[in-house]
T-cell receptor
Framework: DGGITQSPKYLFRKEGQNVTLSCEQN?????MYWYRQDPGQGLRLIYY???????QKGDIAEGYSVSREKKESFPLTVTSAQKNPTAFYLC?????????????FGPGTRLTVL | QQPVQSPQAVILREGEDAVINCSSS?????VHWYRQKHGEAPVFLMI?????EQKGHDKISASFNEKKQQSSLYLTASQLSYSGTYFC???????????????FGKGTKLSVIP
């Protein structure tokens, strides 16, 4: 079955540590996205990638980094520079970039900083 | 610019109808609607691409008024399974990126009770 997988489902981190969230898709989609979700805030775009080896900052990129070395993978690193990283992180993909294509979401990773 | 959704929350009894609105301060070219159940990933409902377009999905339909820069989601004869948070997404130009990416509203929490 095609879809998006994210791991781990729950992640705990100590302050000052970097952590990497995994996102893999087997839908053969060109575009991939990372969103952050906080209660009452909706989905906020962190980074997106329109094609392999290319990515762009979204609305809240500070304290995060990404890479897109393979079409199916788009990992997100939450660095120690991110002041308030506790949140629910969602990865998504669409066939191509742009606003006319449906986005498919992964199950999410809930990150908690202790 | 984040689209504005109203109401923020609504409680319905099974069989009742509801309307969720999504408005933008900028011109709209398309509107996406997604539903997210608690702790799960958002699921795509529909995209409206033209002003005046209306679409239906079971007993959930939507309209898009380009001139008024708004879209409305209609839920008729609500079922328990309709409970969740509904998000609209509208395209926003990303400077330097050469593409439009979605910006989501804060969501409308719908609770259907027996």
């Amino acid at each position: 079955d095609g879809g998006i997988t994210q791991s781990p489902k729950y992640l705990f981190r100590k302050e000052g540590q970097n952590v990497t969230l995994s996102c893999e898709q087997n839908l053969n989609h060109d575009a991939m996205y990372w969103y952050r979700q906080d209660p009452g805030q909706g989905l906020r775009l962190i980074y997106y990638s329109q094609i392999v080896n290319d990515f762009q900052k979204g609305d809240i990129a500070e304290g995060y980094s990404v890479s897109r070395e393979k079409k199916e993978s788009f990992p997100l690193t939450v660095t120690s520079a991110q002041k308030n990283p506790t949140a629910f992180y969602l990865c998504a993909s669409s066939s191509t970039a742009g606003s006319y294509n449906e986005q498919f979401f992964g199950p999410g990773t809930r990150l908690t900083v202790l | 610019q984040q689209p504005v959704q109203s109401p923020q929350a609504v409680i319905l009894r099974e069989g009742e109808d509801a309307v969720i609105n999504c408005s933008s301060s900028k011109a709209l070219y398309s509107v996406h609607w997604y539903r997210q159940k608690h702790g799960e990933a958002p699921v795509f409902l529909m995209i409206l691409l033209k002003g005046g377009e209306q679409k239906g999905h079971d007993k959930i339909s939507a309209s898009f008024n380009e001139k008024k820069q708004q879209s409305s989601l209609y839920l008729t004869a609500s079922q328990l399974s309709y409970s969740g948070t509904y998000f609209c997404g509208t395209p926003q130009d990303r400077p330097g990126a050469g593409s439009y990416q979605l910006t989501f509203g804060k969501g409308t929490k719908l609770s259907v009770i027996p």
